[in-house]
């Protein structure tokens, strides 16, 4: 399989250079290791997350795609669906078959025929609609940090190093009220 599976990505990867899309990069890690690949998201338009750019590392099994790979936020974020060591837990790369928890159909798992490209759609979703009901990182799903002032006076939509936006009055006295509120539920 592992001859089948190294030509299958540098398939897509040809496909991905040759024809991009928008929203992310992809590209090899090492020029010798088709299976471990480094991808760049842009943050989506009209979320906290716009504007920044988010590196993270696609790891496949040598069995791909009967398998999925595994993927790894570098840049540190803070989102429900992104442990706080940056493993992405999305339905589209949990291993095929039954969920033993019951929470997720077959069909929403990993199937072979999904591609980078359909797993990075997937993901830039994901970013755009968490999943608060299956987290990751429970403190990111209980809404605790998403915003966060520094010491100039800017919000961080995202725990790190993405996009910083200025605050208009509105947003400084909500973001305030809102840190007060949860500061007497004690989060």
Not at 151 to 157: F, V
């Amino acid at each position: 399989m592992t001859e089948q599976s190294a030509l299958l990505l540098r398939k897509q990867l040809a496909e991905l250079n040759k024809n991009p899309v928008e929203g992310f990069s992809a590209g090899l890690i090492d020029d010798e290791d088709i299976y471990k690949w480094e991808v760049v998201i842009i943050g989506p338009q009209d979320t906290l997350f716009e504007g920044g750019f988010f590196k993270a590392y696609l790891t496949f099994p040598y069995d791909y795609p009967l398998r999925p790979p595994k993927m790894k936020f570098i840049t540190e974020i803070w989102h429900p669906n992104v442990a706080k060591n940056g493993d992405v837990c999305i339905s589209i790369l949990h291993e095929p078959g039954e969920d033993k928890f019951g929470y997720e159909k077959p069909e929403e798992r990993w199937l072979p025929i999904h591609t980078v490209e359909t797993i990075m759609i997937s993901v830039i979703s994901m970013l755009a609609d968490p999943n608060s009901d299956s987290p990751a990182n429970v403190d990111a799903a209980s809404g605790g940090r998403i915003l966060m002032v520094n010491s100039r006076g800017r919000w961080l939509a995202v725990y790190g190093k993405a996009r910083r936006w200025h605050l208009t009055r509105t947003q400084t006295q909500w973001q305030s009220s809102r840190l007060k509120e949860m500061a007497s539920e004690g989060k």
